[in-house]
């Protein structure tokens, strides 16, 4: 992908603020990423537009989703530096909670990393990290860096 390649060649290959500012479904809805060494945490500060249901309120089940996704979709790009965005293959969603209106963190582990496809765990919770508010299971396809 052409927009990774501007990045590394900016100095910026592993600036996932940078990357995130160019995705505009990211911008869109706030993402930022916090990195502590070799660990990602990313955030979704709270903002009226992401609300499901203003009844309750709570945030809509597509921005969580979307959230967690993005969170796999990162962590695979830290941990491989790949030239290109992993192609989801297939994401599956377990709501666990309402999302309050509040922060919402996320992060993924890489279960499985093989030569075309890898397998990531990604986890959304909001103020205590042992009550998760939704969990995803996702398959990207990966493109090998001779391709």
Known sequence: MKLLRELRAEGKGQ???????????AR???IEVDRKGN???TVLPFQEHLVGNVALPALH????GAF?????VIQLLFDTESERLPKTVDISIDYLRSGRPVTTYGRA???????RVANVRAEAWQEERSKLIATAHGHFLLTPMDE
């Open 15 to 25: 600036d996932m603020a940078a990357l995130l500012e160019r995705i505009p479904y």
């Open 28 to 30: 869109f809805l706030g």
């Open 39 to 41: 660990e990602l945490t």
């Open 61 to 64: 089940g597509g921005t969580i």
């Open 68 to 72: 967690l996704e993005f969170t796999a």
């Open 109 to 115: 582990i890489i279960t499985k990393h093989g030569r």
